[in-house]
T-cell receptor
Framework: GESVGLHLPTLSVQEGDNSIINCAYS??????FIWYKQESGKGPQFIID?????DKRQGQRVTVLLNKTVKHLSLQIAATQPGDSAVYFCAEKTSYDKVIFGPGTSLSVIP | DAGVIQSPRHEVTEMGQEVTLRCKPI?????LFWYRQTMMRGLELLIY????????DSGMPEDRFSAKMPNASFSTLKIQPSEPRDSAVYFC???????????FGPGTRLTVL
């Protein structure tokens, strides 16, 4: 039968706790990775990026970790706030300026 | 900076009609991308341009879809004829040529009845 739609992984976190969102990427030749946040009714918004020559990068309240051995990317959000509730996409850059988005993870912050 | 501008924000049309979506990228950005987002398929890249030239249109679903970028400040995505399965949110994004960060517009929500 027909698929009823993408089943987005969902993460529920208590306000103030840390969140970890995971992503597996597909292409071992990808050299640039990006995390986007999409709030309801809006377009995706850049959060943080990392190049393949790094394994960790920190921003304000966010940290991205890259494990090229297992093609895994994670986004850590410290002290999660209600405003962090959104769908988070990881994206990999596989060729010149072409970016492929993952299916996304829905983060729900419990006040 | 106004960011990426898309119009219309909402479009409701009947099956068989022509639909034209419009995008104005951020001034100075050299790359422009059209995406489609649905619950079934998530966020899909349809086509992208570098310096107004289409580089990869492998994501365009079929011949009913076409995109143009006549100049650096304007692009259109046209669906003719439209079908109910084209109902989705269509995003336009732009970036500088050598940067990975894409700036997305607010999207056009298309409903084909």
């Amino acid at each position: 039968g027909e698929s009823v739609g993408l089943h987005l992984p969902t993460l529920s976190v208590q306000e103030g706790d840390n969140s970890i969102i995971n992503c597996a990427y597909s292409n071992s030749a990808s050299d640039y990775f990006i995390w986007y946040k999409q709030e309801s009714g809006k377009g995706p918004q850049f959060i943080i990026d990392i190049r393949s020559n790094m394994d960790k990068r920190q921003g304000q309240r966010v940290t991205v970790l890259l494990n090229k051995t297992v093609k895994h990317l994670s986004l850590q959000i410290a002290a999660t706030q209600p405003g962090d509730s959104a769908v988070y996409f990881c994206a990999e850059k596989t060729s010149y300026d072409k970016v492929i988005f993952g299916p996304g993870t829905s983060l729900s912050v419990i006040p | 900076d106004a960011g990426v501008i898309q119009s219309p924000r909402h479009e409701v049309t009947e099956m068989g009609q022509e639909v034209t979506l419009r995008c104005k990228p951020i001034s100075g950005h050299n790359s422009l991308f059209w995406y489609r987002q649905t619950m079934m398929r998530g966020l899909e890249l349809l086509i992208y341009f570098n310096n107004n030239v289409p580089i990869d249109d492998s994501g365009m679903p079929e011949d009913r879809f076409s995109a143009k970028m006549p100049n650096a400040s304007f692009s259109t995505l046209k669906i003719q004829p439209s079908e109910p399965r084209d109902s989705a949110v269509y995003f336009c994004a732009s970036s500088t040529l050598l940067a990975g960060e894409q700036f997305f517009g607010p999207g056009t929500r298309l409903t084909v009845l």
